[in-house]
């Protein structure tokens, strides 16, 4: 039992157990009435019991007879003198808890010492990671990780307090994943994980994928307001306050910004949360009720060749844009007793989008332009429920957990030409083709059910073991509202089985070794797709087409470390190898199918560092390489009169991460960071490649009159003209210029100068 001085028991306190060698065992908490539980063999152990505004106790322990129950009584002192914030971030010790190297958790107070530009950014804290933006402000993000243009969201998986955020079978992309959704400040931590080996991750969780945890009580109440350059503005609060014998919490935020853009982006974004919740970490339940809607104009990327004609920061199509809305409830419930532990989480949301888009100009359609309109309207629900049972199989720890996740998605989607965001008939330039006002529409469902069981054996204090098995089924069911033919119902099983072993050597170390397999779904319509929809790719009406894989398997392995033998120093080092069967995918921009059929392979490493050598400083360097191969030539990915090459256009390689952080000395806080990733080759040649691009940010706060917060962020400080992202395709600027094959890019927004004030009460 955990108790402070005048005996009052004190609840969620860290019970660390750490071998004589300093190498970490294990790790519990407290229950709300202070008492905690160990199983341990015979040996010497110490026991580090630590708890936010008390003092760090640690404790010896001698266990000579494991069969023998011990009692504790443990007392907690308070600091003399609390005047500083706790900093939960990737300084927390993960030894003897982690699965790998890459496997990690960014706490609240590290996420608030980060300048952003935008709320996809917070997963930048995630080692490897870059957010990027091809389009407005309101579209999802571009995501790059392990070798892989991720696109909006396809092969990382993104969980919004156990909620998935990707979207299947989406108008625009496979995985689109908006983090528009998100409000920083509201999330405790982010935990994060890479690669193929987590049994509780299915669909899209081949490169990583991240759990974003909100506040269920907040440490402090707060308003902020904040305002900029390029008309930027916001308000953002947050409350939390007992309600009942449980706590409710309620913030939201409203946001605007024009960006640098020519024509002002005019981006409005209203995201508002409620949560109540009971009990403890132990054992519980919360209902959260979310709720986002966003509006925008749109500077979509630009040809190289166009720059002379609009500007760096111009925009051939000035009625790109769209809007968006998703509307959610879910609700949590997790019981913990002495042998077992339960959760189950149900969701169900109202998502739609309606997004205008033009990348080609005037290449199909000289005089109505390339203008497209893509429409997704869905509602969802889905369960996710896991049971872990602990033991023991011969005097060693076992915990064996079986989890079911079933999600169903019933969406109306489309694509259609368009002409200043009106539903038109155009005209193909090649010959002389109608391309129909709607390219393609459906109604369909799509069904998701995966079940896994793992085993995590501890065989000895220096040798634990993870092995799982998780399968998969989807159900495709798809009416065609434009062509019968592209009618039907696919369905998939796949089985994904995986394993991690841990090695401790001592000296605060651990090594992994893991293997695993998983996989990513394909647009659904794809899945029966026989007849090609008639578009500017395909001006030929009833054009046979070959439907795509409904799952796409992948398989990796990787070798990592985990060491804190340095004073103060933290670090995790991998290798890994990535195979994905196919880069083939169902196109929402064209309805037809994209990318290579051939598989790809992607292999790298990741070298990630967290230095605190004073108690206000810490320094964080995240260094990651890939290469992404094709096993063939691609010939559809080519420069123009090329024979292909096996390069996977627009993969990341190089992502340099760093920065160095102050916490709250004597009122004062100031971060400057580094965000730079290499060039990429955009045609599978690497005929086309883009330049690197870096940004440098800083912030600094400062915290007066106790409860008063002021902080001014730097954005871009070198004001570089770097590209947020390329490609390479055929397009024409103009209704009577040539089509040319020209690098088309998106830029970075210039230096800006953001302010904000928090009143915490």
């Given at each position: 039992?955990?108790?402070?001085a005048s005996g009052a028991r004190i609840g969620g306190a860290s019970v660390r157990v750490l071998r004589t060698n300093g190498a970490a065992l294990k790790t519990t908490f407290t229950k709300k009435?202070?008492?905690?539980?160990?199983?341990?063999?015979?040996?010497?152990?110490?026991?580090?019991?630590?708890?936010?505004?008390?003092?760090?106790?640690?404790?010896?322990?001698?266990?000579?007879?494991?069969?023998?129950?011990?009692?504790?009584?443990?007392?907690?002192?308070?600091?003399?003198?609390?005047?500083?914030?706790?900093?939960?971030?990737?300084?927390?010790?993960?030894?003897?808890?982690?699965?790998?190297?890459?496997?990690?958790?960014?706490?609240?107070?590290?996420?608030?010492?980060?300048?952003?530009?935008?709320?996809?950014?917070?997963?930048?804290?995630?080692?490897?990671?870059?957010i990027t933006q091809h389009a407005g402000g309101g579209k999802a993000n571009q995501y790059f990780l392990r070798g892989f243009n991720l696109d909006h969201g396809t092969d990382f998986a993104i969980?919004?307090?156990?909620?998935?955020?990707?979207?299947?079978?989406?108008?625009?992309?496979?995985?689109?994943?908006?983090?528009?959704?998100?409000?920083?400040?509201?999330?405790?931590?982010?935990?994060?994980?890479?690669?193929?080996?987590?049994?509780?991750?299915?669909?899209?969780?081949?490169?990583?994928?991240?759990?974003?945890?909100?506040?269920?009580?907040?440490?402090?109440?707060?308003?902020?307001?904040?305002?900029?350059?390029?008309?930027?503005?916001?308000?953002?609060?947050?409350?939390?306050?007992?309600?009942?014998?449980?706590?409710?919490?309620?913030?939201?935020?409203?946001?605007?910004?024009?960006?640098?853009?020519?024509?002002?982006?005019?981006?409005?974004?209203?995201?508002?949360?409620?949560?109540?919740?009971?009990?403890?970490?132990?054992?519980?339940?919360?209902?959260?009720?979310?709720?986002?809607?966003?509006?925008?104009?749109?500077?979509?990327?630009?040809?190289?060749?166009?720059?002379?004609?609009?500007?760096?920061?111009?925009?051939?199509?000035?009625?790109?844009?769209?809007?968006?809305?998703?509307?959610?409830?879910?609700?949590?419930?997790?019981?913990?007793?002495?042998?077992?532990?339960?959760?189950?989480?149900?969701?169900?949301?109202?998502?739609?989008?309606?997004?205008?888009?033009?990348?080609?100009?005037?290449?199909?359609?000289?005089?109505?332009?390339?203008?497209?309109?893509?429409?997704?309207?869905?509602?969802?629900?889905?369960?996710?429920?896991?049971?872990?049972?602990?033991?023991?199989?011969?005097?060693?720890?076992?915990?064996?957990?079986?989890?079911?996740?079933?999600?169903?998605?019933?969406?109306?989607?489309?694509?259609?030409?368009?002409?200043?965001?009106?539903?038109?008939?155009?005209?193909?330039?090649?010959?002389?083709?109608?391309?129909?006002?709607?390219?393609?529409?459906?109604?369909?469902?799509?069904?998701?059910?995966?079940?896994?069981?793992?085993?995590?054996?501890?065989?000895?204090?220096?040798?634990?073991?993870?092995?799982?098995?998780?399968?998969?089924?989807?159900?495709?069911?798809?009416?065609?509202?434009?062509?019968?033919?592209?009618?039907?119902?696919?369905?998939?099983?796949?089985?994904?089985?995986?394993?991690?072993?841990?090695?401790?050597?001592?000296?605060?170390?651990?090594?992994?070794?893991?293997?695993?397999?998983?996989?990513?779904?394909?647009?659904?319509?794809?899945?029966?797709?026989?007849?090609?929809?008639?578009?500017?790719?395909?001006?030929?009406?009833?054009?046979?087409?070959?439907?795509?894989?409904?799952?796409?398997?992948?398989?990796?392995?990787?070798?990592?470390?985990?060491?804190?033998?340095?004073?103060?120093?933290?670090?995790?080092?991998?290798?890994?190898?990535?195979?994905?069967?196919?880069?083939?995918?169902?196109?929402?921009?064209?309805?037809?199918?994209?990318?290579?059929?051939?598989?790809?392979?992607?292999?790298?490493?990741?070298?990630?560092?967290?230095?605190?050598?004073?108690?206000?400083?810490?320094?964080?360097?995240?260094?990651?390489?890939?290469?992404?191969?094709?096993?063939?030539?691609?010939?559809?990915?080519?420069?123009?009169?090329?024979?292909?090459?096996?390069?996977?256009?627009?993969?990341?390689?190089?992502?340099?991460?760093?920065?160095?952080?102050?916490?709250?000395?004597?009122?004062?806080?100031?971060?400057?960071?580094?965000?730079?990733?290499?060039?990429?080759?955009?045609?599978?040649?690497?005929?086309?490649?883009?330049?690197?691009?870096?940004?440098?940010?800083?912030?600094?706060?400062?915290?007066?009159?106790?409860?008063?917060?002021?902080?001014?962020?730097?954005?871009?400080?070198?004001?570089?003209?770097?590209?947020?992202?390329?490609?390479?395709?055929?397009?024409?600027?103009?209704?009577?210029?040539?089509?040319?094959?020209?690098?088309?890019?998106?830029?970075?927004?210039?230096?800006?100068?953001?302010?904000?004030?928090?009143?915490?009460?």
């Amino acid at each position: 039992m955990v108790a402070d001085a005048s005996g009052a028991r004190i609840g969620g306190a860290s019970v660390r157990v750490l071998r004589t060698n300093g190498a970490a065992l294990k790790t519990t908490f407290t229950k709300k009435d202070g008492e905690f539980s160990l199983a341990l063999p015979e040996g010497d152990y110490q026991l580090v019991v630590s708890s936010p505004g008390f003092q760090i106790r640690e404790v010896p322990l001698v266990v000579r007879d494991g069969r023998t129950t011990v009692s504790l009584s443990i007392t907690l002192g308070l600091n003399p003198v609390n005047t500083t914030v706790q900093v939960h971030g990737r300084e927390d010790d993960l030894g003897g808890i982690a699965d790998s190297g890459t496997q990690g958790t960014v706490g609240a107070k590290e996420i608030e010492n980060r300048p952003i530009l935008r709320s996809g950014e917070v997963l930048e804290s995630i080692p490897g990671v870059i957010i990027t933006q091809h389009a407005g402000g309101g579209k999802a993000n571009q995501y790059f990780l392990r070798g892989f243009n991720l696109d909006h969201g396809t092969d990382f998986a993104i969980f919004i307090d156990g909620m998935p955020l990707n979207l299947p079978s989406h108008a625009h992309g496979e995985g689109y994943s908006d983090m528009n959704t998100v409000i920083p400040e509201l999330v405790q931590r982010v935990n994060y994980e890479k690669g193929p080996y987590y049994a509780d991750v299915g669909n899209y969780g081949s490169a990583g994928s991240a759990h974003l945890e909100f506040f269920k009580t907040l440490p402090q109440n707060f308003a902020q307001v904040e305002g900029g350059m390029f008309g930027y503005g916001r308000f953002v609060f947050g409350a939390s306050h007992k309600l009942g014998v449980g706590n409710l919490l309620y913030g939201g935020e409203a946001y605007h910004d024009n960006g640098p853009w020519t024509h002002p982006d005019n981006y409005y974004k209203f995201n508002g949360l409620l949560t109540y919740s009971q009990g403890s970490a132990e054992s519980g339940f919360s209902m959260s009720a979310r709720g986002y809607h966003g509006q925008w104009h749109s500077s979509d990327q630009i040809a190289d060749n166009a720059v002379p004609l609009v500007g760096l920061f111009g925009t051939l199509n000035p009625t790109d844009g769209g809007h968006s809305q998703r509307y959610s409830l879910q609700s949590d419930w997790h019981r913990q007793s002495e042998r077992s532990h339960t959760q189950i989480t149900a969701y169900g949301f109202y998502y739609d989008l309606d997004l205008f888009s033009d990348f080609t100009y005037y290449l199909t359609d000289p005089n109505r332009g390339d203008q497209f309109e893509q429409n997704d309207r869905r509602w969802a629900a889905g369960l996710d429920a896991h049971h872990r049972i602990d033991g023991e199989w011969f005097g060693r720890k076992v915990e064996n957990t079986f989890g079911l996740q079933v999600r169903n998605d019933w969406i109306h989607n489309g694509l259609f030409q368009s002409q200043g965001r009106v539903r038109v008939d155009k005209t193909d330039s090649g010959t002389g083709n109608t391309l129909p006002a709607t390219t393609q529409a459906d109604h369909f469902t799509d069904t998701q059910v995966g079940f896994y069981a793992e085993n995590r054996i501890q065989w000895t204090d220096w040798f634990r073991s993870v092995v799982a098995l998780r399968g998969d089924a989807q159900v495709f069911n798809v009416t065609s509202l434009i062509t019968s033919a592209n009618s039907g119902m696919t369905a998939k099983v796949l089985p994904s089985p995986k394993m991690s072993l841990i090695f401790s050597p001592g000296g605060k170390t651990e090594l992994y070794a893991q293997a695993g397999f998983s996989f990513h779904s394909n647009d659904g319509r794809g899945t029966t797709l026989t007849i090609e929809p008639v578009s500017g790719d395909n001006p030929y009406p009833n054009t046979a087409a070959t439907p795509i894989p409904a799952l796409i398997p992948t398989k990796g392995g990787e070798f990592g470390l985990r060491t804190s033998a340095l004073p103060h120093l933290k670090s995790t080092f991998s290798v890994w190898y990535l195979h994905s069967a196919s880069e083939l995918q169902q196109s929402g921009d064209t309805g037809g199918t994209t990318a290579s059929q051939q598989p790809s392979e992607r292999y790298g490493f990741e070298w990630a560092n967290y230095y605190t050598p004073a108690e206000h400083v810490t320094v964080d360097l995240d260094l990651a390489n890939s290469k992404a191969l094709f096993t063939a030539p691609d010939t559809d990915d080519a420069a123009p009169g090329s024979p292909g090459g096996k390069r996977v256009p627009e993969a990341v390689g190089l992502v340099i991460a760093s920065g160095v952080t102050l916490h709250d000395m004597h009122g004062l806080s100031s971060s400057l960071r580094l965000r730079l990733f290499g060039p990429r080759d955009l045609t599978s040649d690497g005929i086309y490649r883009s330049n690197y691009t870096a940004m440098l940010n800083g912030e600094v706060g400062y915290t007066f009159l106790r409860n008063w917060r002021a902080s001014a962020e730097f954005l871009n400080v070198l004001d570089r003209r770097d590209h947020d992202i390329d490609y390479a395709y055929e397009s024409r600027i103009t209704p009577t210029a040539t089509s040319a094959f020209t690098d088309v890019f998106h830029p970075v927004e210039p230096f800006q100068v953001r302010f904000w004030l928090r009143k915490s009460f």
